[in-house]
């Protein structure tokens, strides 16, 4: 299966400003799950120049600056990535790694520290977390299954266009939260299991099927010997090949689209677009939408699928003795993220 995007952002600016080094993580990942075939990006005003690099969690990120004054910034991206991953289960997981707390042999540990660092995560959290793990037996994956299928199914889902993601806490407290926040609540309560997990954005298929489409988030755990496995509490599902990952981080910030800043005090005015379309060999779905300043919507090739289709689907892969199977799986889904630049 093959994903193609193309996303546009444009921040206006009252006055001329001055843009301050930014940082654009708009390039798909390469891993086992998910290969770029192709990918563009353009910036205006062209920058005075750039750098790429690969960050600490293996991000391909762009470094611009810029030397003249400018009243708006533009960034474009296209892209088609194929789609590698069906059975989000295809692996075996054995021994103290299935239990909880969960614990890392060295030197992995350490450097997994910050990804498992809950001395900041709330009380009503450590509870909630420890709640689900004992509701599991203390089983890791049965933990992260029960965990990401109770967030989706007892919290309600809000859209939030701009703005960074809530304290874990406030969702909790508020039973409601966009992807971004619910992704948060997520990694903390693994956080307070032991489990490293991680802040990821990036998009998903189902966009291809709603009249307004933003970039989305969702989490990632680190398990032993398997390695980093996305789940998406947003829509109760372990993530195959419906998500394509873009950036992540230990912290939301390390995971923004585009992140910087400007000098010159003007306030800004963001507008983005978003188009996706999937080719499954046999079908072509096709979608995209306008969000931002102005009220524009679009239409799709067809109407969206209910979640709970996409959730039977994958229901051959949740049962825990399933985990070693490599048959051919089902794809996941998901749906929203934070303003590319809260900054702006």
Known sequence: MKITVEHSTVYRYDFPVYL????????????????????????????????????????????AWFNAPTRELSVVSRFTVEMLRENPFDY??????????????????????????????????????????????????????????????????????????????????????????????????????????????GYECASANNRESYMH?????????????????????????????????FDYDLASPV??????GSRSQMEASLSLQVDEGDENISGGSTNGASNNSSRSSRSAEPAKQVRDEQNQYDRPESYAETSAGTPASMAVIASPTPEK
């Open 20 to 63: 301050e080094p930014h940082i654009f993580r708009l390039r798909p990942r390469t891993n086992s799950a998910q290969r770029p075939l192709t990918f563009d990006i353009r910036i205006t005003p062209t920058p005075a120049g750039t750098t790429e690099c690969m960050d600490q969690d293996g991000n391909l990120a762009i470094n």
């Open 92 to 201: 075996v997981l054995t021994g103290p790694s299935l239990n909880l707390p969960m614990w890392y042999v060295e030197p992995l540990c350490t450097a997994l520290t910050p990804y498992r660092n809950d001395t900041h995560v709330a009380e009503s959290v450590k509870q909630y977390a420890k709640s689900a793990a004992a509701g599991a037996e203390w089983n890791a994956l049965s933990f992260l299954l029960a965990l990401t299928r109770q967030i989706f199914q007892t919290f309600r889902q809000v859209i939030r266009p701009n703005g960074p993601p809530w304290p874990s806490d406030r969702t909790l407290n508020s039973m409601e939260g966009s992807c971004r926040d619910l992704a948060v609540l997520f990694c903390d309560a693994c956080r307070v299991m032991g489990i490293a997990a991680r802040f990821v954005s």
């Open 217 to 249: 988030a969702w989490a990632e755990v680190y398990l032993p010997v398997v390695g980093w496995r996305g789940y998406d509490p947003s829509r109760g599902l372990a993530v195959s090949n419906r998500h394509v990952a873009v950036a992540a981080g």
């Open 259 to 264: 992140a910087g800043w400007y000098s010159g």
